[in-house]
């Protein structure tokens, strides 16, 4: 139980962040870049490294991670049947899909359109030499064709143990779809898939208990093993793009928002904090999801009939952030190389990326692959991203915390847009803080 001086969530994350970094750079002080220091305690010798950061930070770690990734299949899934059949008219379906789309591939043209213009008037390229060594080998990226023909599972299960989420949502709409059509049959399984979705989130909520624990092994594990020498020597590069990111995560959003709503920015950005600060732990916007989800309905008013929609979908397709980096990557390896693209160049980069962003969903490595993709349309050598993937991970980031940003704004506005958006819960702040503090509040 919650006592009122108590922390928020919120405030608690911040808190294992910062010791996370603090520690993680210690231990690296302590390392002094050695693999390994053995600590001798007379009897044995005790390695500093192998006990703490592979050892138990790791494990705190990868637990806090696996423990949200077990939640997304189950919550996406019962979620999305529950929010589709509970649409009485097929073409409201229809319309959240083509609004969420349009939506998710718009912002994604801004956001490299945004990270292109940035990094061409930076020019972080600038005086950085090619390595000798600098090398990458690029996975093959899915035709269009394969990618819509992958989208429909032959084996529901399988796509649900195999975590492709593309499938697992078309399943869902089909299988919700299905039981809004089957009458009285349909209104019990529906009730008792309610009672699951409810199951689900109070298992949500006993999981950000270890929230603050695992923040903290995570960011002590990399900033312990993180080469902050390399970052220095691409400072220019790193400052672009979270520059860019921040632009559009801050700025372009807000004004979005503003004109497609008229819903308050400095509101929705308030009530999105303590999920980006999930988001740029993990680096992940699927492990993210349940939080998400959660923020998006019981912070920001969104009925769970669109939010169950378009917060899996975005989580999917939705690339701002990897967008943004690919923008300014281009330029980047444009400028190391002594390349010249042209106008039209870049105008492919942004359709290429744009359109990559939907096509490679799902794929591992995804960013990477998307990025072999537009520096091959303009020809630009691949061998390049060998140069920046170094600093991608704390980019990474950065670019997740923008992106389940940009999933909740498209939430709240094709909630507006059909009249699911209570501006009450939006505005209320103080429900916002006992959500993040995890009270238990009583039904009606």
């Not at 059949?85 to 073409?91: E, G, R, T, V």
Request: charge should be negative.
């Amino acid at each position: 139980m919650s006592e009122k001086g108590s922390m928020s969530l919120t405030t608690r994350i911040m808190i294992g962040m910062a010791l996370g970094v603090v520690v993680g750079f210690l231990f690296k002080l302590i390392l002094a870049g050695e693999d390994e220091l053995l600590l001798d305690l007379g009897l044995f010798a005790f390695p500093v490294k192998g006990f703490f950061v592979d050892g138990l930070f790791n494990i705190g770690g990868q637990i806090f991670i696996a423990s949200l990734k077990m939640l997304v299949v189950p919550l996406v899934f019962v979620s999305l049947v529950c929010g589709t059949c509970s649409l009485s008219d097929p073409k409201t379906l229809g319309r959240l899909g083509g609004k969420s789309i349009a939506m998710y591939v718009g912002t994604t043209a801004i956001a490299i359109t945004v990270a292109i213009t940035l990094a061409l008037l930076v020019s972080p390229g600038d005086g950085v030499t090619l390595p000798n060594d600098a090398t990458f080998d690029a996975k093959e990226a899915p035709t269009l064709a394969q990618v819509i023909i992958n989208m429909f599972p032959t084996n529901p299960i399988d796509a649900m143990a195999s975590g492709n989420m593309l499938q697992v949502i078309v399943f869902a709409l089909l299988f919700g779809i299905a039981m809004a059509l089957s009458g009285e049959a349909g209104q019990r399984l529906s009730a008792v898939f309610e009672d699951l979705n409810n199951v689900i989130l109070k298992l949500v909520t006993l999981l950000m208990n270890i929230a603050p624990y695992g923040v903290f092994c995570l960011m002590a594990k990399l900033f312990t093993t993180i080469e902050l020498g390399l970052i220095w020597s691409l400072m220019k590069y790193f400052g672009v793009v979270v520059a860019a990111l921040l632009i559009h995560g801050l700025i372009n959003y807000s004004i979005l928002l503003k004109v497609l709503t008229g819903l308050n920015p400095v509101t929705f950005l308030s009530q999105m904090k303590h999920t980006c600060l999930f988001a740029f732990s993990t680096s992940s916007s699927s492990a993210t999801m349940p939080i998400t989800l959660e923020t998006a309905t019981k912070k920001l008013g969104a009925s769970n009939s669109v939010a169950s929609f378009t917060v899996p979908l975005g989580a999917t397709i939705n690339m701002d952030g990897t967008a943004i980096m690919q923008g300014c990557a281009t330029v980047f390896i444009a400028q190391v190389f002594g390349v010249d693209l042209s106008i039209s160049d870049y105008l492919m980069v942004i359709l290429t990326a744009t359109l990559a962003s939907v096509g490679t969903a799902g794929v591992p490595g995804v960013g990477l692959i998307m990025l072999a993709m537009v520096l091959n349309q303009v020809g630009l050598p691949v061998e390049g991203i060998a140069i920046i993937i170094g600093v991608d991970r704390l980019l990474d980031m950065t670019r997740t915390a923008v992106n389940v940003t940009g999933d909740c704004m498209v939430t709240c506005v094709v909630a507006k847009s059909e009249g699911q958006l209570d501006e009450t819960v939006f505005n209320d702040l103080e429900s916002a803080k006992e959500l993040e503090e995890y009270k238990p509040k009583a039904r009606s």
